[in-house]
């Protein structure tokens, strides 16, 4: 077993929020555990809570390389985990053209011809690493019985050149948006985080971190209105990264506090449907001001 | 709580959500308990954290998990918060809530709703003392309804309001009154896990755990649903369509790939000379699934229908090519109505009822003539291609339940599948032609979200 990277859940929230990243409770603590436990940690939730962002963090706080694996429909292995550089095998061959079959053979199949993809560059990363698996739920079922082999042992086979063992256990996280329900064998080999909006204090902090210069007032009005708007029952609800984005685009626009006019203006960057948009002006009685 | 009575309570937890529907292995048991060795038991919300972290697996089951954690893991032994600041009757402590929600303090929520449970919520023969050590013979327990009777926390909205207020923009008053809304549901809440935890210590957890914790979502029966729950189920059926998209959409994309057109490869041969450098890939035929539903929109089966209709209206977004047609009496396509009503999903059902043609003279269901309609008046509708699904209980009235309808849409249909919201078990029981139509096409029990979600995933063809 390796040397924990955290020596308690305060410990975890405090790097974590020198990485520029705030933590609530349950993050911190499942972070922690994963960490003890030597789980991959498997984190869902909706689009913007902050999933990827928080692989990121953990890699800037713990000073490791982060290596992200984009997961997509028709990955495969040779995108996931290695691949032989064919053209500059070709070249070799090309090159050295009156050596027998066996030299060439030995010399072409070694390390130098060897694509890592990032399962094997995580693996084989002697420093701390952080992989970061994005989007699982979007990879076909076959990628998860190789992910579940490698996150299983740590370890890959190239048939030409034997087993490689990690030295040194990545920190694996796995993302999902839940459009797809991942198998039971993956999920049974994971912590797992579900990772919701967050309570309006911690978004508030989030948001003042993000968004320097934002005045403490309008920061409250803008968690106020968002937190309403999560409460009605919108197509796609606003999540942190839209938060953020709305006090980005407010302190553009130069408002200093939240009136009908403004928040009508600007409603689009939070709100992605003609439909949510028509169902919060009407909710939040923007149409009074108008008529 | 002492070293051994720890691995005892975290088995009976265990056990208890199992019976809640959420599997939990052996082996997630012991990962708990690793997890509570590397944390300790000092704080309960990271407890709370762990566990859920290594014996969850999906999102909805959180609201359960966290029901049975606050029963087998309480704050508190006995009555809740300090003795000094608790409110001594009702019209203090609406005082005091007024205060709590308008700060939205949400411990001095908590503890407001401790002191409500402890006030108002006792019922039965409890001691002269007041603590409960008194005569433990007949039914005794504290209740959230009457506790919730006696503070009526929804009549303080416009207190609260007035207590918030502090622009008069219209804009500024629809924000403070969702907010205290949401606040008042919440009060609610405690209140009733409050009553919850105390009725479990006389009681015992078990027997509160079994009967008290409502359950998953999923295992929510369509037609039964109250209306939180339906808001609940609204919820879950966006990602289920996705899914369903997901799906059929991969499906189509392995389909074109692979297959090599051997007559256009050898032809290409020709220019290198009759050797195949450059095979030929067989073109993909656009093969795009269609979708017919029929569902029945009778009184009988309303909240099923309300929730088809949800999930219609999900896979209308997601795909092209589905037409939807409604029944009661007769039958009427509504199709657009569909498309049209994705702003109010609850509106939907009663202007499909209104502006659609499905009745003759009352709300009780016809199938005979509803189908006889629909093979008559739509014969483009199903083809050699579509999928049909029927929606409905197949509760005839007493009258024909017209099989050779149903055979003439399955013939010239590729697939029909007929989804109940019965249970299997009383179906062909008195007016139910479930039976005789489950002969002539494949007809499931489809009762809740994960039966649909299994029926989904696992039935509509590619």
Known sequence: MQEPLFGSVDEVAERLAGAGYLASTAVATTVFLADRLGKPLLVEGPAGVGKTELARALAAATGSELVRLQCYEGIDEARALYEWNHAKQLLRITAGRDEGWEQARDEVFSEEFLLPRPLLKAIRNPDPTVLLIDETDKADVEVEGLLLEVLGDFQVTVPELGTITAQRRPFVLLTSNATRELSEALKRRCLFLHLDFPSPELERDIVTLKVPGLDARLADSVIRVVGALRTMELRKAPSIAETVDWARTLLALGADTLDEQVVETSLGVILKYQSDHRKAADELRLDTLLS | MTGSALPERLVEFVGSLRDHGIPVGPGETVDAAAAVAALGLADREQLRAALAATVLRRSGQRATFDALFDLYFPVAVGAAGAAADQPRDATELR???????AAGDEDRLRALAAAAVEQFGRYGSFGEGGSGGGGANGMRGWSAYQALDRVRPEALLN???????????AFGEAIARTEARSRITRYREAVQAEARRRTAELRGRDRIARYAVPPQTDLVGFTTASRAQLAELRRTIQPLSRKLATRLASRRRRARRGQIDLRRTLRRSLATGGVPMRPALRDRRPGRPELVLLC?????????????????????????????????????????LIAAGSADPEGLARRILTQAKLTRWGMSSDYGGSLASFADGWPDAVGPRTSVLILGDGRTNGGDPNLDAVRRIAERAKHVHWLNPEARTSWGTGDSAALEYARVVPMHECRNLRQLTRLVTELLPG
Not at chain 2, 159 to 168: K, N, P
Not at chain 2, 301 to 308: D, K, L
């Open chain 2, 159 to 169: 207190r609260v309001l007035a207590a918030i207020r502090t622009d008069e923009s």
């Open chain 2, 95 to 101: 005082d005091a809530l007024v205060a709590a929600l």
């Open chain 2, 296 to 336: 029945d929109m009778s009184g009988s089966v309303a909240g099923f229908a309300q929730f088809t209709l949800l999930l219609v209206q999900a896979l209308s977004d997601q795909f092209s090519k589905i037409r939807s047609f409604a029944f009661v009496e007769l039958t009427d396509e509504i199709t657009g």
